[in-house]
């Protein structure tokens, strides 16, 4: 499975941004798929993940601002933030679960300016 993620850039502190993720390959066998991020000097964390059935899960730091979405059809995946914070600040990882292994996109930086 190859996962592309887009959709990241500058915004301004209470701003809007939407992320995407396109799946690729074997797509039939993803399970649940997930968006992280990673901040300068900081430890990689899951910021929310949607199972194959719709269950969803958010941290609690974006919940309520973020929202996690799934389109089965075109294997894409979507994270829509709203009311940045400067500390949404990140590189942003999208992730798809096959089994017992993690499949992981590229990144895509998102820079909240305050």
């Known amino acids: 499975v190859q996962l592309q993620a887009s959709g990241g850039g500058l915004v301004q502190a209470g701003g809007s941004l939407g992320l995407s993720c396109v799946a690729s390959?074997?797509?039939?066998?993803?399970?649940?798929m997930s968006w992280y991020r990673q901040a300068p000097g900081k430890q990689r964390e899951l910021v929310a993940t949607?199972?194959?059935?719709?269950?969803?899960n958010y941290a609690n730091s974006v919940k309520g601002r973020f929202t996690i979405s799934r389109d089965g059809a075109k294997n894409t995946m979507n994270l829509q933030m709203n009311s940045l914070r400067p500390e949404d600040t990140a590189v942003y990882y999208c992730s798809a679960r096959i089994l017992l292994k993690s499949y992981w996109g590229q990144g895509t930086l998102v820079t909240v300016s305050s």
């Open positions: 949607i199972t194959t059935g719709g269950s969803i």
């Open positions: 390959g074997s797509v039939a066998s993803i399970g649940a």
